[in-house]
């Protein structure tokens, strides 16, 4: 089991660098001292000191805060959203988020409003709540972080600096990271098949929902033979475990990938892999009948039931290329039990 971290070491870099020009401009007080760090020198036009060289002022600006509430007000949230960044995704990848959305909403900023007096985390954090805000929306490994509370809160206060109500703000610098956070996440998530339909079906699936003939029996088994007969001879104790049958799906799958494989076998990864998903959370296999074919599903044994489709091979084949990354089968199996979980829970929440 992963442990996680109850900090983020970027996280602690950003706020030491900001608490720092902060306090060596008194809080943006002395403008003077902030000359080097704005986007680019208020006598300056366009980005010709960038051009020039001094190409961290696309950066910079992230660092400074106009006021003490302004700087603890960013900080507290960098602080929280890094712990989850850096726990779920890693340093090197909070730092690479970090420095593309504090460029992008930077500039951004100074070319939507030809001002270069801005400054402050905003735009970062924008970025990385529409990241984990999305990534949870598809990700078992983000679901739940991000309350509908909180959402409603962000984005509220979003609108807000819009009206003009709460002062000069840079709003596009907003605007900028809450996009680019949101398409980031949704990216990944399709990239890693996670935008797919699979688990849960909608309830009203349950209207064509039957329990297993005969034939549906033979049907499954058969493709379970299949799979057993790619791995002999330890294949026959191995299947008995929920960590044999991943074993033996990643083995296949690294001999012939899933396009160049007929219907059936890749009919029979996908029933291996549910295999292990209802030996792990208890759930019961069964059929949805819409008359043109008998579709394989997990559902529970109680009434009315919760529907859960197969995860499907191309997701199981992508978490195999994936072996090495930050996605593996064993994560995609983890993320599924997960949603499973997560969905008779707030099932049992509201019933």
Request: charged share 15%; glycine share 6%; proline share 4%.
């Amino acid at each position: 089991m992963t442990k996680f971290k109850n900090y983020s070491s970027v996280s602690i870099a950003l706020i030491a660098l900001s608490a720092l020009v902060a306090l060596t401009s008194s809080f943006g007080g002395e403008i003077e001292n902030l000359r080097i760090l704005f986007i680019t020198d208020p006598d300056h036009a366009g980005f010709a000191d960038v051009f020039s060289g001094q190409v961290w002022r696309l950066l910079t600006p992230a660092f400074i805060h106009f006021g003490p509430i302004h700087l603890i007000f960013n900080l507290l949230w960098v602080w929280d959203l890094g712990i989850v960044i850096e726990n779920r995704k890693g340093p090197r990848f909070y730092l690479g988020f970090f420095l593309v959305t504090a460029v992008i909403s930077n500039i951004a900023q100074y070319l939507l409003t030809d001002n270069p007096y801005f400054g402050g985390m905003s735009g970062v954090i924008y970025g990385l709540f529409s990241y984990v805000w999305i990534r949870g929306r598809y990700d078992a490994a983000f679901n739940g972080i991000m309350r509908k509370a909180t959402v409603n809160m962000m984005l509220a206060w979003f609108v807000l600096c819009w009206t003009g109500l709460l002062g000069p703000i840079a709003n596009w610098a907003h605007t900028m990271g809450l996009l680019v956070g949101a398409a980031w996440a949704y990216i990944e998530c399709k990239k890693l098949g996670l935008t797919q339909s699979s688990l849960p079906l909608p309830a009203n699936a349950a209207q064509n929902l039957e329990y297993f003939s005969t034939a549906d029996i033979l049907k499954a088994e058969s493709l379970r033979d299949w799979v057993r007969q790619q791995y002999l001879p330890e294949a026959r104790t191995q299947f008995d475990t929920v960590e044999g049958k991943l074993k033996i799906i990643e083995v296949i799958l690294q001999q012939k990938p899933i396009e160049a494989r007929p219907v059936h076998e890749v009919q029979a990864l996908e029933i291996v892999f549910a295999d292990a998903l209802v030996q792990e959370t208890g759930l019961k296999w069964a059929v949805i009948d819409n008359d043109q074919q008998r579709i394989f599903v997990m559902t529970t044994a109680d009434a009315p039931p919760v529907i859960f489709s197969l995860v499907p091979a191309s997701k199981i084949m992508q978490a195999v290329i994936d072996a090495n990354k930050d996605a593996n089968l064993a994560a995609l199996f983890r993320t599924s039990v997960q949603t499973i979980r997560e969905n008779l829970q707030q099932r049992t929440n509201t019933g």
